[in-house]
Structure formats: structure tokens, C-alpha cells
């Protein structure tokens, strides 16, 4: 069975004010958080998902682009082009590129979740579902097309068309914390400062 990675970096930032997943943590560009818990857990493909304007400033990665056709129509129409674009594949490992906590064992624990009765396996913390830290299968791709062709863009309403495993979390746990404006991440900076 084939299992992609896939980190999604193709968002405008439009709250943080410039590209936040080249922004640095712990020595790294937030998106290598990303892609070194797909690396390590031997996921292949490992593929970026982002845009023309966006790609030259990515360090040489050894993966495979998906550049997305129409720029920042958010992540459901950037799901859609990489099941599209990958027919081979079963599964495909999907985190968002401003997640400085994403980890491997997050990512080997969820993939133990894979099953033939399922199109998504999604983290859920009490009633927050986490669409962008999730797994999603080649069967989802008919549901996709029909919802990016009506110009939906909500991942919820993907969710619910879909026989989803949802993967209960701690609400505290660290994982999912994500990036959205320059005070998350002046907040995310100081707790790992203080915490060396």
C-alpha cells in the first residue's frame, strides 16, 4: 500500500502578513517541521503543494511538486489537484506547512488508523476536527472534484460527504498548533525560548 506526504504550502499568510512557513523554528523553516515527520516515517512520494510565486523559495527538497493550477483557493481545491495527480497512490498524509510541533510519532500513530472503510482519518480535540493534519484516501477524489466544481471550499463539508475515522486528541495537545497571525507566532517563539 502506498502512503504519500504531502505537506500543503500554498496559503496567501493574508493574517501573518508574509509567507509564514519559511518563518524559523528550532533551527528550521516552520514547513521542514513538516516534511522531515513525513520523511521519517518513510511516506513516498513526499510532495509540496504550493504555488509558482512561492516555489523558488524553498530550499532543495528531494520531492515532488504540485504547483497549484489556480493560486489560493484554498486547501480543499489544493486536495483535489494532489489526489488528482497521484492515481497510484492509495493514502496520502496531508499537514499543513505552519505547524512547528508536527512530529513522527504524530504521524506513525495516525497511519496505525488505516482502514479499507475509510476516505479520511481526521484528528478530532473535543469538537475541533484537524482536516489539515490528516490522512485521506484515493477514494475521496470523486467527492473532491464534485464540491471544487460547485466552488465549495470548506474542508467540513469534504468531511461530511465522506466515511471519516475521526482520532480523538487531547484539546492541550501540541501538535495542532498552527501559525495565523505574527502574535501566535511571537507566543509559539517565547514558549520555545523558555523552554531551553
Request: proline share 7%; with cysteine.
Amino acid at each position: 500500500m502506498k502512503v504519500a506526504g504531502v505537506v500543503l504550502a500554498g496559503g496567501q499568510s493574508s493574517r501573518y502578513g508574509q509567507p509564514k512557513m519559511f518563518e524559523t523554528f528550532a533551527g528550521l523553516p516552520l514547513y521542514k517541521h513538516s516534511l522531515n515527520a513525513l520523511q521519517e516515517n518513510q511516506l513516498n512520494p513526499l510532495v509540496i503543494a504550493t504555488n509558482a510565486s512561492l516555489q523558488p523559495r524553498f530550499a532543495s527538497e528531494n520531492v515532488q511538486w504540485i504547483i497549484e493550477q489556480q493560486p489560493h483557493q484554498g486547501p480543499l481545491f489544493a486536495l483535489h489537484q494532489i489526489l488528482a495527480s497521484f492515481p497510484d497512490i492509495e493514502w496520502f498524509f496531508v499537514v499543513a506547512s505552519d505547524m512547528p510541533y508536527m512530529n513522527a510519532a504524530f504521524i506513525e500513530e495516525l497511519l496505525g488508523y488505516i482502514n479499507d472503510s475509510y476516505d479520511a482519518i481526521v484528528p478530532k480535540q473535543n469538537l475541533h476536527y484537524q482536516p489539515l493534519a490528516a490522512l485521506y484516501r484515493h477514494t475521496a477524489l470523486p467527492m473532491a472534484k464534485q464540491l471544487t466544481e460547485q466552488s465549495k471550499r470548506s474542508m467540513k463539508v469534504l468531511l461530511d460527504q465522506l466515511r471519516v475515522c475521526y482520532v480523538p486528541f487531547k484539546e492541550n495537545c501540541p501538535t495542532f498548533i498552527n501559525i495565523n497571525a505574527q502574535h501566535d507566532w511571537l507566543q509559539t517563539v517565547t514558549k520555545e525560548s523558555n523552554n531551553e
